[in-house]
Nanobody, 127 residues
Framework: QVRVVEYGGGQVQAGGSLRLSCTVS????????MGWFRQRPGKVRECVSR????????YYANFVKGRFTISKDVAKNTMSLQMNNLKSEDTAVYYC????????????????????WGQGTQVTVSS
């Protein structure tokens, strides 16, 4: 059974940094794309960033460009998100998601384009 597990998160002051990591537990699982989503209080879940594993392709939402950096470790089935210069509006539950193949999906910036999800980790930024 494939499990997606997030690590990191916590509370930090505005301007600070946090690092999130995510691992797909099943070693035989061939990752096509992994992504980070977040859900702010009272808001819908939104894509923060995503990274393809077989090729070099990265997406960042405009609201994190220049502040967040996504990276991958293909051998370890792991993805990380370095979050710098955090703002109070970054406060949210952050979710990791993974997809095994393209199956006609293109952007991988929508929730329905992912097959497996982590349980979420809280990030709180205080001003």
């Amino acid at each position: 059974q494939v499990r997606v597990v997030e690590y990191g998160g916590g509370q930090v002051q505005a301007g600070g940094s946090l690092r999130l990591s995510c691992t797909v537990s099943e070693s035989s699982f061939s990752i096509y794309v992994m992504g980070w989503f977040r859900q702010r209080p009272g808001k819908v879940r939104e894509c923060v960033s995503r990274i393809h594993f077989p090729v070099e392709s990265i997406y960042y939402a405009n609201f994190v460009k220049g502040r967040f950096t996504i990276s991958k470790d293909v051998a370890k089935n792991t993805m990380s998100l370095q979050m710098n210069n955090l703002k109070s509006e970054d406060t949210a539950v952050y979710y990791c998601a993974a997809a095994e193949r393209a199956d006609g999906r293109i952007t991988f910036t929508g929730e329905k384009e992912y097959d497996y999800w982590g349980q979420g980790t809280q990030v709180t930024v205080s001003s």
